[in-house]
């Protein structure tokens, strides 16, 4: 009896997939993946007016050599070293609102101007999540055990090339390079309207 009702659900199971691979040679997938997204379409919530001149962006890109272990215990056991590969922006601005009176001096003539400019700002860096990523991994044994059961976070990775890049941005010629790229806008401008200007 039991050998009967085997054979029974073999040739069933056998004559499933023989129905399946002609629909699929047929062009007809009954078991085809589908996608659907309903999605709200996105709510633009504000508008916020700015008065800042976005005058030069730098790209960075810093490789971390980052190794956390525990003392006494060997690397292969415990601990891991990461090598993770991050890339991102730096923008500078000049921020034109703290402009008064007294930076923005015209000739009687109208024909000449002055202008005081502030000094260009760093923006926090902006990383670009697509271009970072784990280069290689390291592991011991409890460390390789504990993410195979939960995957670890990159968020230590991200904080520290930001202040990487924050750190080189400072050190770099992006601030200068605003300035001038703020002062040919202006200038410019000013010439459109036949006023030659000067910066103090």
């Given at each position: 009896?039991?050998?009967?009702?085997?054979?029974?659900?073999?040739?069933?199971?056998v004559?499933?997939?023989?129905?399946?691979?002609?629909?699929?040679?047929?062009?007809?997938?009954?078991?085809?993946?589908?996608?659907?997204?309903?999605?709200?379409?996105?709510?633009?919530?504000?508008?916020?007016?700015?008065?800042?001149?976005?005058?030069?962006?730098?790209?960075?890109?810093?490789?971390?050599?980052?190794?956390?272990?525990?003392?006494?215990?060997?690397a292969?056991?415990a601990?891991?070293?990461?090598?993770?590969?991050?890339?991102?922006?730096?923008?500078?601005?000049?921020?034109?609102?703290?402009?008064?009176?007294?930076?923005l001096?015209?000739?009687?003539?109208?024909?000449?101007?002055?202008?005081?400019?502030?000094?260009?700002?760093?923006?926090?860096?902006?990383?670009?999540?697509?271009?970072s990523?784990?280069?290689?991994?390291?592991?011991?044994?409890?460390?390789?055990?504990?993410?195979?059961?939960?995957?670890?976070?990159?968020?230590?990775?991200?904080?520290?090339?930001?202040?990487?890049?924050?750190s080189?941005?400072?050190?770099?010629?992006?601030?200068?390079?605003?300035?001038?790229?703020?002062?040919a806008?202006?200038?410019?401008?000013?010439?459109?309207?036949?006023?030659?200007?000067?910066?103090?």
């Open positions: 009896m039991i050998k009967r009702l085997a054979m029974a659900l073999i040739g069933v199971l004559l499933g997939l023989a129905g399946f691979g002609a629909a699929s040679f047929a062009g007809y997938m009954p078991f085809q993946t589908r996608h659907v997204d309903r999605s709200q379409p996105a709510l633009l919530k504000s508008i916020k007016d700015i008065s800042q001149y976005h005058a030069a962006v730098g790209n960075f890109e810093v490789v971390l050599d980052v190794e956390d272990g525990v003392s006494g215990i060997p292969m056991i601990g891991r070293r990461t090598l993770f590969v991050a890339a991102g922006t730096v923008n500078t601005y000049v921020d034109l609102s703290g402009l008064v009176d007294k930076d001096t015209l000739s009687s003539d109208g024909k000449s101007a002055t202008v005081r400019l502030p000094e260009p700002q760093l923006d926090k860096p902006n990383l670009d999540h697509d271009r990523y784990v280069f290689s991994q390291d592991r011991g044994v409890i460390d390789a055990i504990a993410d195979a059961i939960e995957p670890p976070q990159q968020a230590q990775y991200f904080k520290l090339a930001e202040t990487k890049m924050t080189a941005a400072e050190e770099s010629d992006l601030r200068k390079q605003a300035g001038e790229n703020t002062r806008m202006l200038a410019g401008m000013f010439s459109s309207l036949g006023i030659e200007v000067t910066f103090l």
